[in-house]
């Protein structure tokens, strides 16, 4: 049952799960030139490919371990990189590909608001001395 919740969340971020043997494992690794998991594969073993978002799929992981208290991750391949198990927590607390989409949105534009503020600064002061010399003609 645990199993299958694991499977349809991580099929939400792109992601599927698979219970593999550790030799089978070992020889699709070296067939797809993978690092070396051979300090990994003992014990009961289980992979995870795919997904759409290695943050979200490393954050669904780091959840479903936390709730569920009896499950680890062993070791993470990223590309061409190994990542320890401490390395997947550190990409699972990174923001969300929609919240750093609109950080760099928000750095980008800042530079145009800031620029807008300045070129509006100019004429916004001159109505200012205007309208006080306004007010002063009329105090007389």
Do not use: Y
């Not at 943050?55 to 993470?76: D, I, M, P």
Request: hydrophobic residues 40%; contains cysteine.
């Amino acid at each position: 049952e645990e199993t299958t919740e694991l499977r349809d969340t991580l099929s939400k971020q792109g992601a599927e799960f698979h219970v593999v043997k550790n030799s089978v494992l070992d020889v699709a690794a070296k067939d797809r030139e993978l690092p070396d998991l051979g300090d990994w594969l003992a014990g009961p073993t289980a992979i995870v490919v795919g997904g759409n978002d290695p943050s979200g799929v490393a954050r669904v992981l780091k959840q479903f371990c936390k709730t569920k208290k009896k499950n680890e991750v062993k070791v993470g391949i990223l590309g061409d990189k190994t990542l320890t198990q401490d390395d997947v927590n550190v990409l699972a607390d990174l923001p969300t590909i929609e919240v750093l989409k609109a950080q760099l949105l928000g750095l980008l534009t800042t530079p145009a608001t800031q620029m807008v503020s300045v070129l509006n600064a100019v004429p916004t002061s001159v109505v200012n001395v205007l309208q006080a010399r306004v007010d002063q003609e009329g105090e007389n």
